[in-house]
């Protein structure tokens, strides 16, 4: 079996990101769940929080223990993109929206890598053998396929 050392800190830091993106999600779904994309957004929350337990479940069935240091600088990070992120600092709720939306999207690129990451390495760790990566790259592309409308709907409305 290989060490699992350098996966641990890389997991950890996906999870620590996941955690961050989950937080995200859930706030930017509540914002705007009275618009036309509220219910994309919260079923992407939704999606994106079962993602988060897929990727702690693994980690456990690995053998690799959460850092709750990189826990919690990812809930850190979440609280200071909302000051980032905030119509007082972007000047704009539409620009805020996009800003947001972008955030989101670029987590689930991540996830997406991260998932293409661990198929190269699976053979090697009999818990990744026993994970079905390819699906879960799939769904993080169609996650980002499906935030991409309301993306571009969001820049639309910030820039003209």
């Not at 998932?115 to 790259?137: K, Q």
């Amino acid at each position: 079996m290989a060490d699992t050392e350098l996966l641990g800190i890389y997991l950890n830091d996906h999870l620590a990101g996941s955690s961050a993106g989950t937080e995200l999600a859930n706030k930017i779904s509540e914002q705007y769940a009275d618009t036309e994309f509220g219910p994309l957004l919260a079923e992407l929350a939704g999606e994106i929080e079962q993602d988060r337990g897929t990727l702690a479940e693994l980690m456990t069935k690995l053998g690799i223990e959460q850092s709750a240091v990189k826990q919690a600088a990812g809930w850190i990070t979440e609280k200071l993109t909302r000051v980032k992120l905030s119509d007082a600092m972007t000047g704009s709720t539409a620009l805020k929206r996009l800003l947001e939306c972008e955030t989101l999207s670029l987590g689930i690129e991540g996830k997406h890598s991260m998932w293409l990451s661990l198929r190269e390495v699976r053979d090697r760790y009999p818990a990744l053998a026993a994970t079905d990566l390819d699906a879960l790259a799939k769904r993080a592309e169609d996650q980002r396929s499906r935030l991409e409308q309301c993306r571009l709907e969001a820049a639309s409305k910030a820039f003209t």
